[in-house]
């Protein structure tokens, strides 16, 4: 507007009328900006102004990871995630929905995913098909390995809401399907559980998990081991009165019975904190039921409850043939038989994803009679299958029934003033320990030589000082063989419990014999050898090298359990522990510089 005073213009109406124009646009300006603050926090609980929508035909790949379809509030995201499984270098990922809280993955853990956890490989694709369906394709055959089946509801679109759940909504904006009613391993606020569903605990093979949270039919909340074996429970029985199990916003989780009234509940400790926060209930992959808030602060989550408060209490726990203990930093992991898969590294902390431990010799191939260990102060995991029987016997009449019984392959004697006996005739073995246990245990074991025992003792090679003071060759002899595998020890990139024992036991025979290739024939000549009664007119370098030619034998049996430590081969060899005599059973393994297979030969003792 160009203003000319030529005009008589009245200058101080016209600044005076501006002036009254601004104010009622201040005043205006005010209104609106507290209607858009109210409105922003009210949209916080309207679902339908807070999601974001995808059309049909959107699709997300594999090979574009980075791509997420992420929820209005930014909380949650959807697209391809990293499996828990590393085994599979082929499937490794599953589709689903993660919480979207910053750079560090540990902290935008899954929340639901496609098909119960089903593992793609990166040439898959996630797609809202122009028919309806949400279909997970494994490209590039196109064969559709999972599906909404959705095709004729009419579907137009699909949104990610700020609560998390995953919606198809139709014309008329109305949801017909949603993520919230297949629950896989976790609840979150306002999702319900209705029988039959279940949790399942994510697996961290390919193999799905053992472990389930369960609503029954009385109303009973359970936590299961396949189906068979329940282990904690809230022990409600309301036969057709409860309709779901709910987790709200405050970390409540309860039971809502057919009126909408809570008959049960327990919940998270800082449930009456007031600052609102994320949360979460999840079964974890080693079998304890756990709700989780997220601390805003440290930008973490926390634990607020958990259904098992012993995690040895957890059936099955540390896996085959795994013993569940108790130490300072909590849950640890042994072995009930003496080849450990981490034999010789301790104890391992509890993890239900490894495969346990492995059995010594199966009680069918025994070559000699069985006996039974002994263990304290531990229970073993029973009554899976139906076929483990309880009978009343004392803990000595326990054993014995056992030991006789063919089909028993373990037994506990409870020491609480029952008398019951569980006569396990399972191959499934599992089970815990500790002092406060009331209980003994008994493992049906084949009665086998060893070199080498569970803990790492050594019943073969006795702490018995011989004498050195005859001087000469023999000497000589074995501590030149000591610095050798001294030697070789040391230069080995790996610790000795990890190195193959059985190397150094056919480097010894390679020195005493002087040939580079050990055959079966020979290691049975030496056997025998070993076998005899000495004479008392031997040298004393025939007695070195008998010490020598057993402590080799004793390295190259066909059992990894039977061999000693290079610990005990070092002390053999400087003449500070005294050897048995090896029993016949060796591995035979052909020199791999020749470019020949390796191969075991064992040796029938019969």
Known sequence: MCVSRNKGVNYEKFIEHFQGKTRKFERLSFVLAVFVFLGSVFCCFCIEVAMVSVPLGFEISGFDRSRTWVSQNGVFAFGFLESCSKEDEVDSFVVGIRYNLGDNEAVNVPVWSVGGGLRVSMNSTIR????????????????????????????????????GNLVLVG???????????????????G????????????????????????????GELALVWENNVTYWSNHVNLLGRVKEAILDGNGLLGLIDTSNKTVWSISSKDFDEPSPTLRRLKMDSDGNLRIYSWNHVLHEWKVGWQAVENQCDVF????????CGLNSSGAVCDCLYQDSVNWGTGLSTVDSGSSGCKKMVDLGNCKMNTSMMVMRQTFLYGLYPPQDVDIM???????????????????TSKNDGTGICTIKRTSFISGYGNPSVSATSFLKVCLVPQAVSARGANPHVTAKPIPTTRG?????????????????????????????IYMFGEMLLQIVTCKRDILSENLNHLVEKTNEEPNSEDSIISEEVERVVRIALWCMQNQPFLRPSIGEVVKVLEGTLSVDRPPLGFALRLDQMDGRVLTEVEVDSS
């Open 191 to 218: 999702q319900s559980l209705h029988f039959p569903q279940t949790l399942r605990a994510p697996s961290k093979k390919s193999t799905s998990s053992y472990y389930s949270f369960v609503i029954r039919h009385s």
């Open 316 to 323: 099955g726990s540390c896996g085959l043939y795994s013993l």
């Open 472 to 500: 000469g060759d023999g000497k000589n002899f074995t501590a030149a063989i000591a610095l050798i595998v001294l030697e070789e020890a040391a230069s080995s990139s790996v610790s000795p419990s990890e190195r193959d």
């Open 393 to 411: 016997l004392s803990e000595k009449a326990c054993k014995e029934y056992c030991s006789n019984d063919t089909t028993c392959i373990a037994a």
């Open 128 to 163: 809202l098909s122009m028919d309806g369906r949400l279909i997970l394709l494994d490209n590039p055959s196109g064969v559709i390995v999972w599906s909404s089946d959705t095709s004729s509801l009419g579907i137009r679109k699909a949104s990610l809401l700020n609560n």
């Open 171 to 189: 014309i008329e904006d109305n949801v017909l399907w949603q993520s919230f009613n297949s629950p896989t391993s976790t609840l979150l606020p």
